[in-house]
C-alpha cells in the first residue's frame, strides 16, 4: 500500500469518526469536514480538507467564521497530500503554526501474531471495556487522558462525556492494562482503536506514571493490532507528537512514518483553543 493510499484511507476515516461523535459538523467542497463541540473539546477541527482538489479562500474563510461564531479557535489538521492552495489560502487568512503531528503506520497480515517487541510484565492483563459500563468507560478515560499529563492533572468532568462518546463509538474497541501488585490489581494503562474498513487507528494510547517500563504500552499495542488483523485491516495507523514516547514504542514495533501533518490555527480574542 503506497503512502498517498495511506493518506487517503487516514484522513477520510478521521474526518468520518470526528464528525460522527461532535455537536456539529461543516462538510468541505473540497475535503473532508469541520467538526464543532464544546470549547476546549479536541474535536474541535477540520480535517482532511483539501484532498479532493484545490481549495478555495471562501472555504476557509468558512471554517474560520463557523468556529469563531461559538468562541472556538479556528484550527485546520492539514495532510501534507492535500491541494497546495489550502496553505496558501491559510497564509492569507493569518493561520499560524500550532504544532506537528505524525502519523505512522504498520502495514497487517490475517496471519500474523503481533508481539511485544520487549517481554511484557507477567503481572500485566488485558481487558476490553464494556460499552454498557458507565463505570469502565470513566475509569478507561480517566487513565487515556491522564497518563501523559503532569503528576496532579485532574481532567476536566466535560471532557469525560466526549471520551464516553469515543468509547461507545460502534467501530471502537478500548483496553485497559491491569498490573497485579501482590494481592492487589491496579489498572495501569488504557488505549482505543477504530475499525474503519480496510484501516484501522490505535488511539488513546497511555500509560499512569507509577507503572511505566513493564511493558504496559506495548502489551496494548500487541492486542489491538491482533484485534485488528483478526477483522481484515490492511493497515493500522497510530498519531503521535514528533519524538513522543508514543512514536519511540510503535516503531520498536514495526510502524514507520506516513507523513506528517501541521496542526495550523487562527488565535483571537476570546476565541478558546483545543486542549491537547
Not at 15 to 28: K, M, N, R, V
Not at 31 to 47: D, E
Not at 147 to 167: H, I, K
Not at 238 to 262: C, D, H, L, W
Amino acid at each position: 500500500m503506497d503512502i498517498l493510499e495511506i493518506a487517503r484511507l487516514e484522513e477520510a476515516r478521521l474526518a468520518i469518526g470526528c464528525s460522527e461523535i461532535s455537536d456539529a459538523t461543516l462538510p468541505i467542497k473540497s475535503g473532508g469536514v469541520a467538526c464543532r463541540g464544546v470549547p476546549g473539546w479536541w474535536n474541535n477541527m477540520a480535517v482532511g480538507v483539501g484532498m479532493n482538489g484545490p481549495v478555495a479562500r471562501e472555504e476557509v474563510d468558512q471554517i474560520a467564521t463557523w468556529y469563531e461564531s461559538t468562541g472556538i479557535e479556528p484550527r485546520i489538521e492539514v495532510c501534507p497530500h492535500a491541494d497546495p492552495s489550502l496553505i496558501k489560502h491559510c497564509e492569507a487568512l493569518n493561520f499560524r503554526v500550532r504544532n506537528f503531528d505524525n502519523v505512522l503506520f504498520r502495514e497487517l497480515s490475517g496471519d500474523e501474531h503481533v508481539r511485544p517487541a520487549q517481554t511484557p510484565d507477567p503481572t500485566i492483563s488485558l481487558r476490553v471495556v464494556d460499552k454498557s459500563n458507565d463505570a469502565e468507560i470513566r475509569e478507561y478515560s480517566r487513565i487515556s487522558m491522564t497518563g501523559n499529563s503532569p503528576p496532579g492533572f485532574v481532567m476536566p468532568d466535560a471532557d469525560y462525556e466526549l471520551a464516553a462518546r469515543v468509547v461507545k463509538h460502534p467501530r471502537t474497541v478500548s483496553f485497559i492494562a491491569s498490573v497485579r501488585v501482590g494481592s492487589s490489581t491496579h489498572d495501569a494503562g488504557a488505549g482505543g482503536l477504530e475499525l474503519h474498513h480496510e484501516i484501522a487507528c490505535l488511539f488513546g494510547l497511555s500509560t499512569l506514571h507509577n507503572f511505566r517500563k513493564r511493558g504496559v504500552q506495548q502489551s496494548l499495542i500487541a492486542a489491538r493490532l491482533n484485534l485488528a488483523a483478526s477483522k481484515g485491516v490492511r493497515v493500522a495507523t497510530i498519531g503521535s507528537r514528533p519524538g513522543a514516547g508514543t512514536e519511540r514504542n510503535v516503531r520498536r514495533m514495526g510502524f514507520q512514518t506516513a507523513y506528517t501533518k501541521v496542526i495550523l490555527a487562527r488565535a483571537g480574542t476570546g476565541l478558546v483553543p483545543a486542549r491537547g
